[in-house]
């Protein structure tokens, strides 16, 4: 009996020492303030004019690439995210809300987050150069109580970091965890929340390597992303509920 009491002790130990030591990291409020995420395009090349006068004009928008995969059951890195507190319970389809969220390290070895909410500050003074950086994505997932069908999902809040700039990084520990503040509508371009219904809120973490590359022949850029694939994991959902213009607006918390 005390080799199997001696053998769960040594297990359990370990365990209760992480969990005593696990920290908040860092607090960010983004709710006030606008972001500098706009990137410069390269210049495009001058027109080419003929004979006749007519000119023609070289010049684009970006575009980008996707690379994805799948999680790993064995994989060690994972990330937890709760919604904590949203500023209301009740909105209109068009509204934004202000709301509370927790990221945890719930895997077994060190994860560095994107911390730094100011892309554009990580763009070489030469518009014409490429660089890589790293991207954290707050994905919030909405579910019609009634119709489990009927789901919004959009991405809430990025925040980048540089891997060679520890200051843009927040390194968790296992069991160490961070807490953001983000305002955001509950409403995309083409999809809004059907008033009089109730909704489950939930967030999810995305991470991701990006790549900035410029293109010199039209005056534009594309972006490259290969998605990051640690385990991801959801904390329990808030309840909201998108009002018809007649109900009272209320607070919703955990």
């Given at each position: 009996m005390m080799p199997r009491l001696q053998l769960a002790l040594a297990f359990l130990l370990p365990?209760?020492?992480?969990?005593?030591?696990?920290?908040?990291?860092?607090?960010?409020?983004?709710?006030?303030?606008?972001?500098?995420?706009?990137?410069?395009?390269?210049?495009?090349?001058?027109?080419?004019?003929?004979?006749?006068?007519?000119?023609?004009?070289?010049?684009?928008?970006?575009?980008?690439?996707?690379?994805?995969?799948?999680?790993?059951?064995?994989?060690?890195?994972?990330?937890?995210?709760?919604?904590?507190?949203?500023?209301?319970?009740?909105?209109?389809?068009?509204?934004?809300?202000?709301?509370?969220?927790?990221?945890?390290n719930v895997g077994s070895v060190d994860m560095a987050i994107p911390w730094n909410p100011n892309l554009a500050d990580f763009q070489p003074a030469d518009e014409k150069q490429g660089f890589h950086y790293r991207s954290f994505v707050i994905v919030l997932k909405l579910t019609n109580a009634a119709d489990k069908s009927q789901q919004l999902i959009m991405e809430a809040a990025h925040l980048y970091g540089i891997p060679g700039k520890p200051e843009t990084l927040k390194v968790?520990?296992?069991?160490?965890?961070?807490?953001?503040?983000?305002?955001?509508k509950l409403a995309t371009y083409t999809d809004k929340l059907k008033a009089g219904s109730d909704y489950s809120a939930s967030v999810l973490p995305q991470l991701r390597l990006e790549t900035f590359v410029p293109n010199l022949k039209y005056g534009s850029y594309s972006t490259d992303i290969a998605n990051e694939y640690p385990r991801r994991l959801s904390g329990p959902e808030l309840m909201l509920r998108i009002s018809n213009g007649e109900e009272q607006s209320g607070v919703a918390s955990k």
């Open positions: 365990l209760s020492a992480t969990a005593l030591m696990a920290q908040e990291v860092a607090y960010l409020d983004l709710v006030d303030g606008k972001p500098r995420t706009e990137l410069r395009a390269p210049s495009p090349p001058p027109p080419v004019c003929k004979e006749d006068g007519t000119c023609t004009f070289s010049g684009g928008i970006g575009g980008g690439s996707v690379g994805d995969g799948v999680e790993g059951p064995n994989e060690p890195r994972a990330l937890k995210t709760t919604l904590l507190s949203l500023d209301r319970f009740a909105y209109a389809p068009d509204d934004a809300a202000e709301m509370e969220i927790k990221i945890e968790l520990k296992p069991g160490d965890w961070l807490r953001l503040r983000i305002k955001t």
